[in-house]
């Protein structure tokens, strides 16, 4: 578990060292509004190598009003091992470094063999009626804590059709020879590869949602699907005909992609469509509370799930998730947490925030309370 915490020109932090003195495997940081609750567990997500549970610009994380080289810094200690994570913007050159115990290393995979990192959020609450996007984030994030391969797949595509995206925009008012037709084929070819590795993890984590959801009556039972993928799963399609009707797709949709500047076709497009089982109602449809209660059981079931089939340590970030769920949800959330911690105590750290220390009485006994904003 997270043992100490450091940070440095982040956010509203220029200098913050948070160190936990008991064992104790919950912690939950409670404070007023502002005082920089949201920002600690947003420097933890950036262990996951990605850009947080907010999903911010690495330049809107440094500290306003910091001169000189413009840079952050967040550090955390866990089982004896110090994972570091920078970002440093240095006149046109920007970068993220990590470190672990001091040496500088490529990336944070080193982290990644031992600890995964999971979140939810008060923003999270209105997931069924936000954009595809931010679904499309959600599911990408089980999937990659499932399937570390996960975020390579992406961003290879994503690098791939912004690639393609600046060929089809710098050519679009000419015509395109057969030199640049080859390069376009060889860039859709890739696309057309990651892509469907994409979107196949996609639709596996689904098919894995619905098996291990729980059905004990606490939580709405669920369907889900991944919907305009670019896969057709008919019994005469092989792998080689999927993808290379991926590719057709892809060229047939290169005028279409140069006006829109879009990529109009792929798993940038898809959607995750959950279904309230009792109700027969889409989640988008159901109320503020039934979509709260939809998206904890699935979230909760996929952390036990977890637990059981991955040897590595879950840090889970769950930040303001109580905020407008009554005191008997309130309770049910806390009595799964703590059922969590009791018999995986090795195996995970939750990390809770919120305004009101008196909403977590029920893990008075189970937790290490901070509260935020007292210095």
């Known amino acids: 578990m997270i043992r100490r915490l450091q940070l440095a020109n982040f956010r509203n932090y220029a200098n913050l060292k948070m160190d936990l003195g008991s064992q104790k495997k919950i912690v939950v940081l409670y404070g007023s509004n502002g005082a920089g609750k949201t920002n600690i567990l947003e420097a933890i997500s950036l262990m996951s190598e990605s850009n947080g549970l907010r999903r911010a610009r690495y330049d809107d994380m ?3 009003g910091t001169t000189g080289e413009q840079s952050w810094n967040a550090t955390i200690t866990v089982d004896g091992s110090e994972f570091s994570t920078s970002y440093v ?23 990644a063999k031992e600890n995964y ?8 609450d209105r997931l069924f009626v936000q954009s595809p996007a931010n679904r499309r984030d959600f599911i990408d994030m ?3 804590a499932w399937n570390r391969s996960h975020s390579e797949y992406l961003r290879n595509y994503e690098k791939l059709a912004r690639e393609r995206l600046d060929v089809l925009r710098k050519y679009r008012d000419r ?10 084929s060889a860039i859709e070819n890739k696309m057309a590869d990651f892509g469907l590795r994409v979107a196949n993890e996609r639709v596996k984590l689904g098919k894995r949602l619905e098996e291990c959801q729980l059905k004990n009556g606490a939580f709405p039972e669920f369907t889900n699907e991944m919907t305009k993928i670019p896969l057709d799963y008919a019994a005469n399609q092989t792998i080689d005909t999927t993808l290379e009707n991926y590719r057709s797709e892809l060229k047939n949709r290169r005028q279409r992609d140069a006006i829109t500047c879009m990529t109009t076709f792929g798993p940038n497009r898809s959607d995750w469509q959950v279904t309230h089982v009792q109700k027969k109602t889409a989640a988008a449809l159901c109320s503020a509370g039934e979509q709260k209660m939809l998206l904890s059981g699935i979230f909760l079931a996929y952390v036990i799930n977890g637990l059981k089939s991955d040897n590595r340590n879950l840090i889970l970030l769950l930040d303001d998730v109580i905020a407008h769920l009554d005191g008997t949800h309130r309770s049910l959330l806390f009595d799964y947490l703590k059922m969590l911690v009791r018999k995986e105590p090795n195996k995970i750290n939750i990390w809770l ?14 937790a290490e309370f901070c509260e935020i904003g007292r210095r």
Do not use: M, P
């Open 89 to 111: 913007k240095k006149e046109k050159v920007c970068r993220r470094v990590h470190q672990v115990n001091g040496k500088t290393i490529k990336n944070l995979a080193e982290f």
């Open 117 to 124: 990192i999971l979140w939810l959020t008060y923003e999270t």
């Open 62 to 64: 440094i500290t306003v």
């Open 175 to 184: 015509e395109i020879n057969e030199d640049i037709s080859t390069w376009l």
């Open 353 to 366: 925030s919120g305004t009101d220390k008196a909403l977590f009485e029920d893990l008075a006994d189970d």
């Open 142 to 144: 089980l999937c990659a």
